[in-house]
T-cell receptor, first 114, second 113 residues
Framework: GAVVSQHPSRVICKSGTSVKIECRSL??????MFWYRQFPKQSLMLMAT?????????EQGVEKDKFLINHASLTLSTLTVTSAHPEDSSFYIC??????????FGPGTRLLVL | DQQVKQNSPSLSVQEGRISILNCDYT??????FLWYKKYPAEGPTFLIS?????DKNEDGRFTVFLNKSAKHLSLHIVPSQPGDSAVYFC????????????FGTGTLLAVQP
């Protein structure tokens, strides 16, 4: 299947700093990527849809000014958590599809805000 | 509003037996359904999917059944193996796999040797 990578795999930062997470589709082009968040022992919650060349579409309750998404190319989307706080600590996962039977998920990024 | 629900948070099955994981949904617009397997601190791994025009899809040990009138789908794993132990999520979308997915709450499957 197609491969989606994420970087970094885990990050620890101080409260108030910003953190950028990259999501790449390695062997296919993706005009649309998705960002999810998973809190411990909970489901994956869709945060936003990342559209190449245009603004992201955010789900209800997700602050667009706090979670900045940039889909700079057909293989790269970035999520920047601005002014991170401890409650932003979570597992962030991206996905992308190529028109087949599934979306392919990245390995996830564990964010810990101290 | 939880549009996709997995009412069993956990399931324990003996090796070699059948595992049946259930999923219910409320949005009648959903027309594509997927099952993923997930380990802690990893991304979901795709298992099998089904379009709403079908009522059954089979891939090796995995079979998904869809009952549209009941808004219910299930994943059958036969025979179950210890390596199947993980959290299983069902997900649904409108318009196919490349559109946004709504995930269920997950079921932790433990296959006992």
């Amino acid at each position: 299947g197609a491969v989606v990578s994420q970087h970094p795999s885990r990050v620890i930062c101080k409260s108030g700093t910003s953190v950028k997470i990259e999501c790449r589709s390695l062997d296919f082009q993706a005009t649309t990527m998705f960002w999810y968040r998973q809190f411990p022992k909970q489901s994956l919650m869709l945060m936003a849809t990342s559209n190449e060349g245009s603004k992201a579409t955010y789900e209800q309750g997700v602050e667009k000014d706090k979670f900045l998404i940039n889909h700079a190319s057909l293989t790269l989307s970035t999520l920047t958590v601005t002014s991170a706080h401890p409650e932003d600590s979570s597992f962030y996962i991206c996905s992308a599809g190529q028109g087949g039977e599934t979306q392919y998920f990245g390995p996830g990024t564990r964010l810990l805000v101290l | 509003d939880q549009q996709v629900k997995q009412n069993s948070p956990s399931l324990s099955v003996q090796e070699g037996r059948i595992s049946i994981l259930n999923c219910d949904y409320t949005n009648s617009m959903f027309d594509y359904f997927l099952w993923y397997k997930k380990y802690p601190a990893e991304g979901p791994t795709f298992l099998i999917s089904i379009s709403s025009i079908k009522d059954k899809n089979e891939d090796g040990r995995f079979t998904v059944f869809l009952n549209k009138s009941a808004k219910h789908l299930s994943l059958h794993i036969v025979p179950s193996q210890p390596g199947d132990s993980a959290v299983y999520f069902c997900a649904a979308s409108v318009g196919g796999a490349t559109n946004k997915l709504i995930f269920g709450t997950g079921t932790l499957l433990a296959v006992q040797p």
